[in-house]
């Protein structure tokens, strides 16, 4: 069952590379990831600053811990991105 549902997210999100119709959004890591390995997929859920809870999986990516503020570009099916800019309290 997740499998199939995963490949459905992904496939939907064709137009959209194709397209180049990724989103842009700031905002707080509500869950975390703290596993050392930058090269491996990261997951984690992500509030953006105007919108709802997303999950999102990132490569490459640091260290994720709660509380977090990054500027995020993804896909808006899968939720498959990567972490622009890392910001902090002061932004």
Same mark, same amino acid.
Request: include cysteine.
């Given at each position: 069952?997740?499998?199939?549902?995963?490949?459905?997210? /992904?496939?939907?999100? +064709?137009?959209? +590379?194709?397209?180049?119709?990724?989103?842009?959004?700031?905002?707080?890591?509500?869950?975390? %990831?703290?596993?050392?390995?930058?090269? !491996?997929? @990261?997951?984690? !859920?992500?509030?953006? /600053? /105007?919108? !709802?809870?997303?999950?999102?999986?990132?490569?490459?990516?640091?260290?994720?811990?709660?509380?977090? @503020?990054?500027?995020?570009?993804?896909?808006? %099916?899968?939720?498959?991105?990567? +972490?622009?800019?890392?910001?902090?309290?002061? !932004?």
């Amino acid at each position: 069952v997740w499998l199939t549902y995963s490949f459905v997210n /992904d496939c939907k999100d +064709i137009p959209n +590379i194709v397209s180049k119709n990724y989103i842009v959004a700031t905002g707080t890591a509500i869950g975390w %990831n703290t596993v050392e390995d930058e090269t !491996e997929p @990261r997951g984690f !859920e992500f509030q953006p /600053d /105007d919108g !709802e809870k997303i999950d999102l999986s990132v490569l490459p990516c640091p260290p994720v811990h709660q509380g977090d @503020r990054f500027e995020v570009i993804y896909l808006p %099916n899968s939720g498959i991105g990567a +972490i622009i800019q890392i910001l902090d309290d002061s !932004e």
